[in-house]
């Protein structure tokens, strides 16, 4: 895997530690919210491609922002004296 080494270790962190999930979830929001609202208005064909993945992305992120709230609140309920 590819990239910069907080990003690989915040991966992992996420992929074995739930409670990490929600800081790697805003990190995505901000990493790709920023390239949307930052990318140049005529960049070149790759970077026009790269931009439009990064529009379809952001539902995606939300889809994952809503279930990770609703696997908590289940998990929450799920707790004996809760």
């Known amino acids: ?3 910069q080494p907080l990003t690989r270790a915040l991966l992992l962190a996420a992929a ?3 409670m990490w999930q929600g800081l790697v979830l805003l990190a995505a ?3 790709v919210s ?3 609202l930052l990318a140049p208005s005529e960049p070149s064909p790759a970077l026009h491609r790269v931009w439009w ?9 939300a889809l994952a922002g809503w ?8 998990r929450q309920r799920q707790r004996p004296g809760s």
Not at 53 to 61: E, G, H
Request: proline residues 7%; hydrophobic residues 50%; aromatic residues 6%.
């Open 1 to 3: 895997m590819k990239g």
């Open 16 to 18: 074995s530690q739930p």
């Open 29 to 31: 929001w901000g990493s």
């Open 34 to 36: 920023g390239f949307v």
């Open 53 to 61: 993945i990064d529009v379809a992305l952001l539902p995606l992120l």
């Open 67 to 74: 279930a990770h709230l609703s696997d908590g609140h289940a």
